[in-house]
């Protein structure tokens, strides 16, 4: 049974960029949750996917977006990128609300 | 105020002794909690839920809720060396698709 895999591992960017995350959840899982984590910090809720809509949203810029696809994989974007979105950010599938599975998180490093 | 509270530790325990890991929260809308193991360069893994006041165990893990204080525990018994990891308190609030993460309890199992 397939985790929660993300895409890429790490990514390193230049400030004023665009980039684009991605993630699969674990099979049967409908629910896709992102979150930033910042060194020495709990993760920071982004926003949540379900049934390819955004239900619930962070306290993030409008600078973040994300998608749900019918298969229930989703993708991250950050516009207009800054040197304080360097983080990891991670992504978390679920069926239950609160018992989320987590990827590997993806690294991104703004220069 | 933050809206979990987790003392970051570091919390030191010999191998085989009781870790006693706290969490507070502020939301009382909050209806179910959970706790996550993060090791070092890894991405959190669920441990533990709980709904309900009172105590929750799994193995060697109990959890403990008590909604009128707004204070969660986890008590790890027999604690390893390999349960050296941050311990990350989360809420949901009501059916609510955000959680919220405390900063996580940093702790060390010494052989």
């Known amino acids: 049974d397939a985790g929660v895999t993300q895409s890429p591992t790490h990514l390193i960017k230049t400030r004023g960029q665009q980039v684009t995350l991605r993630c699969s959840p674990k099979s049967g899982h409908d629910t896709v949750s992102w979150y930033q984590q910042a060194l020495g910090q709990g993760p920071q809720f982004i926003f949540q996917?379900?049934?390819?809509?955004?239900?619930q949203r962070g306290n993030f810029p409008d600078r973040f977006s994300g998608h749900q696809f019918p298969n229930y994989s989703s993708e991250l974007n950050v516009n207009a990128l800054l040197l304080g979105d360097s983080a990891l950010y991670l992504c978390a599938s679920s069926l239950q609300p609160g018992e989320q599975y987590f990827g590997p998180g993806t690294r991104l490093t703004v220069t | 105020q933050k809206e979990v509270e987790q003392n970051s530790g570091p919390l030191s325990v010999p191998e085989g002794a009781i870790a006693s890991l706290n969490c507070t929260y502020s939301?009382?809308?909050?209806?179910?909690f959970f706790w996550y193991r993060q090791y070092s360069g890894k991405s959190p893994e669920l441990i533990m839920s709980i709904y309900s006041n009172g105590d929750k165990e799994d193995g060697r893990f109990t959890a403990q809720l008590n909604k009128a204080s707004q204070y969660v525990s986890l008590l790890i018994r027999d604690s390893q060396p390999s349960d050296s990891a941050t311990y990350l308190c989360?809420?949901?609030?009501?059916?609510?698709?955000?959680?919220?993460f405390g900063d996580g309890t940093t702790l060390t199992v010494k052989p």
């Open positions: 996917y379900y049934e390819e809509e955004e239900r």
């Open positions: 989360a809420s949901l609030s009501g059916n609510a698709g955000k959680s919220t």
């Open positions: 939301d009382r809308g909050s209806q179910s």
